[in-house]
């Protein structure tokens, strides 16, 4: 095969895409060979057919492509829904007895054998483990990304996935052997020290970096991401995470927590932020800091949660009754996403306005392995002032810009 391979798996809501597509990203990444994985879903949490497209190659690439060289079907529609993707060249692995197609594949009998090791839970990890063997991978980073991965469920599920594991691994040899398959991607050391991460984590850790110490959200895919991640280390960083009850709420909160002296960060898609547009006219009224991730998607009205658009950049740009200035920032990679929201909260809490970070589902759930983000340079810039017996808040200066005070921070006279 060429020096770049496209691998496809796809299977149900519910089967575990999720967990292969991080299993084959992290261990590859591992191995030292560039990655890129982007995957398109439905919204539903069981049923229907969800694809995860993971692409190695000897170079960088960062886009999603048609071509399947190597397909991992899961259920038996995967086939039939991918199956203007498929050509002669690729090459299906998967349980016959599952799939019951008449297309030429390399029949693997996953249910049979994780049955064995403990559940049909483990065909993932299986069908995974078969692609390591493909690509001859070392098994010591594969058994150390499941013990990892696994260890706090407890010893049977970690020693039940390195079985299965085993088992896949050995097939994918056998296939490697037999058909005598070989690849041109060589592993660069070069890519060692890099990071993989996906656009949701890239926009959380420019959030970090920029000083975030309050998050107000109503989870909405495809934005959630940058919730969860935040919300997850929110004790590590010192963050106050707050899921409202509705997006009136979010934004409200974060200008409260704007007035106190917080940096805080509201999260949303297009529909909730529709009912923020009052908040934004108060942000814009009171002269309020405030950061919004817009994480855009296709359709009016609830529209299309698990699909990628770009279509909200004039309601960023005009929402709002009245007049008042505002900052639209754009990433389109992930080292954009990461400096660029660190950024928007250091111009946010200068300039006193609304500032965007306009993203889409394929920036957020797209994984890609990069340099790490270079920090020595990066500073949090507070423009919050002393007050003192003069203070106005609303004073018309030079720059156009009035001094912002925060309660319990200089000059208050209680009477």
């Given amino acids: 095969m060429k020096d770049e391979i496209s691998i496809v798996i796809c299977g149900e809501a519910g089967q575990g895409i999720q967990t292969v597509e991080s299993f084959l990203v992290k261990v590859l990444k591992s191995a030292n060979f560039n990655v890129y994985a982007t995957k398109e879903y439905m919204s539903r949490v069981r049923g229907g057919s969800n694809s995860t497209e993971i692409?190695?190659?000897?170079?960088?690439?960062?886009?999603?492509?048609?071509?399947?060289?190597?397909?991992?079907?899961?259920?038996?529609?995967?086939?039939?829904?991918?199956?203007?993707?498929?050509?002669?060249?690729?090459?299906?692995?998967?349980?016959?007895?599952?799939?019951?197609?008449?297309?030429?594949?390399?029949?693997?009998?996953?249910?049979?054998?994780?049955?064995?090791?403990?559940?049909?839970?483990?065909?993932?990890?299986?069908?995974?483990?078969?692609?390591?063997?493909?690509?001859?991978?070392?098994?010591?980073?594969?058994?150390?990304?499941?013990?990892?991965?696994?260890?706090?469920?407890?010893?049977?599920?970690?020693?039940?996935?390195?079985?299965?594991?085993?088992?896949?691994?050995?097939?994918?040899?056998?296939?490697?052997?037999?058909?005598?398959?070989?690849?041109?991607?060589?592993?660069?050391?070069?890519?060692?020290?890099?990071?993989?991460?996906?656009?949701?984590?890239a926009i959380a850790l420019g959030a970090i970096a920029g000083g975030c110490n309050f998050i107000s959200a109503y989870p909405m895919t495809p934005s959630t991401g940058v919730f969860t991640f935040l919300s997850q280390h929110a004790k590590e960083f010192r963050i106050i995470s707050e899921q409202a009850e509705d997006e009136i709420s979010v934004m409200n909160m974060a200008l409260g927590a704007w007035y106190m002296g917080a940096r805080a960060l509201v999260n949303t898609s297009g529909g909730g932020f529709d009912l923020m547009t009052e908040g934004l006219s108060l942000a814009g009224m009171i002269e309020s800091p405030v950061v919004i991730n817009l994480a855009q998607r296709p359709g009016p009205s609830t529209g299309l949660p698990t699909r990628t658009a770009q279509g909200d950049l004039e309601m960023a740009l005009y929402s709002g009754h009245g007049e008042f200035p505002r900052i639209i920032l754009a990433p389109g990679t992930l080292e954009d996403a990461f400096y660029l929201t660190q950024q928007a909260f250091n111009l946010a809490d200068k300039f006193q306005v609304p500032v965007f970070i306009m993203s889409d589902q394929n920036l957020a759930d797209s994984y890609n392995n990069i340099s790490p983000f270079k920090l020595d340079k990066l500073k949090i810039d507070h423009a919050i002032v002393e007050t003192n017996a003069d203070y106005k808040r609303y004073a018309i200066t030079k720059s156009g810009i009035s001094p912002r005070g925060i309660p319990g921070f200089g000059y208050a006279d209680l009477y």
């Fill in 55 to 201: 692409r190695v190659s000897s170079k960088k690439v960062s886009a999603y492509v048609e071509k399947i060289d190597f397909l991992l079907p899961l259920d038996k529609d995967a086939i039939l829904y991918l199956g203007n993707r498929i050509s002669k060249k690729t090459i299906i692995i998967g349980d016959m007895e599952i799939l019951k197609t008449d297309r030429n594949i390399i029949d693997v009998p996953l249910n049979t054998l994780s049955q064995k090791i403990g559940g049909a839970i483990y065909s993932n990890i299986i069908a995974g483990s078969i692609l390591f063997g493909i690509f001859n991978i070392d098994i010591g980073p594969i058994n150390n990304y499941l013990k990892t991965t696994f260890s706090s469920k407890g010893d049977e599920i970690v020693n039940n996935n390195l079985e299965a594991s085993r088992v896949g691994y050995e097939i994918g040899k056998s296939i490697c052997d037999s058909r005598k398959i070989s690849f041109d991607i060589e592993p660069s050391r070069a890519i060692k020290n890099e990071i993989i991460l996906s656009g949701a984590e």
